[in-house]
T-cell receptor, first 116, second 112 residues
Framework: GAVVSQHPSRVICKSGTSVKIECRSL??????MFWYRQFPKQSLMLMAT?????????EQGVEKDKFLINHASLTLSTLTVTSAHPEDSSFYIC????????????FGPGTRLTVL | GENVEQHPSTLSVQEGDSAVIKCTYS??????FPWYKQELGKGPQLIID?????GEKKDQRIAVTLNKTAKHFSLHITETQPEDSAVYFC???????????FGKGTSLLVTP
């Protein structure tokens, strides 16, 4: 149980295009999902907290107009990187917290974004 | 915000030996402390967690201890195996919500 999927696993795009990444909780409902960014050999940096049916909460320094987050259902959150540039190349990982006041977060397998 | 320090950054042990990774945190109100294992190119996998009302928790070869007074918690892996080689991250729940602050990670290498 507690499986989180991400799609796509890898994406290469041209500079200036937009890329959408999906995060799904497969066997549980998640009121809250989180989006992280990880650079090579570094830790996970929280980008934003996504709550179902409401606006996402972004961490300081994260541009909400560049990283659009939508959490339309209890099992799906999407992250859209708009007008991507090479500096947006990174490993993006989502996590999902099961509904019901549980602390535990389960992570997806990550999406490797490369912007040319 | 919550400051999480993790040590060591790299750790090499021989198969069968024990490995210990330690994390310290700054907010005394923090109450949830998970450990994640991340293999190359994959997402973090929860391996064990502990809450502030418990001092120790064990799951087979893995254990976590928590010292609330000193504000540190440790991951203990016994009888290490080569497949334990990975990067391990500690995390602390941010008091104001369910988000986690992560340590910088420990790269564990278990040599046969």
């Amino acid at each position: 149980g507690a499986v989180v999927s991400q799609h796509p696993s890898r994406v290469i795009c041209k500079s200036g295009t937009s890329v959408k990444i999906e995060c799904r909780s497969l066997d549980f409902q998640a009121t809250t999902m989180f989006w992280y960014r990880q650079f090579p050999k570094q830790s996970l940096m929280l980008m934003a907290t996504s709550n179902e049916g409401s606006k996402a909460t972004y961490e300081q320094g994260v541009e909400k107009d560049k990283f659009l987050i939508n959490h339309a259902s209890l099992t799906l959150s999407t992250l859209t990187v708009t007008s991507a540039h090479p500096e947006d190349s990174s490993f993006y990982i989502c996590s999902a917290r099961p509904s019901g006041g549980v602390d535990t977060q389960y992570f997806g397998p990550g999406t490797r974004l490369t912007v040319l | 915000g919550e400051n999480v320090e993790q040590h060591p950054s790299t750790l090499s042990v021989q198969e069968g030996d024990s490995a210990v990774i330690k994390c310290t945190y700054s907010d005394s109100a923090s109450n949830y402390f998970p450990w994640y294992k991340q293999e190359l190119g994959k997402g973090p996998q929860l391996i064990i967690d502990i809450r502030s009302n418990v001092g120790e928790k064990k799951d087979q070869r893995i254990a976590v201890t928590l010292n609330k007074t000193a504000k540190h918690f440790s991951l203990h892996i016994t009888e290490t195996q080569p497949e334990d080689s990975a990067v391990y991250f500690c995390a602390v729940r941010v008091n104001s919500g369910y988000a986690l602050n992560f340590g910088k990670g420990t790269s564990l290498l278990v040599t046969p």
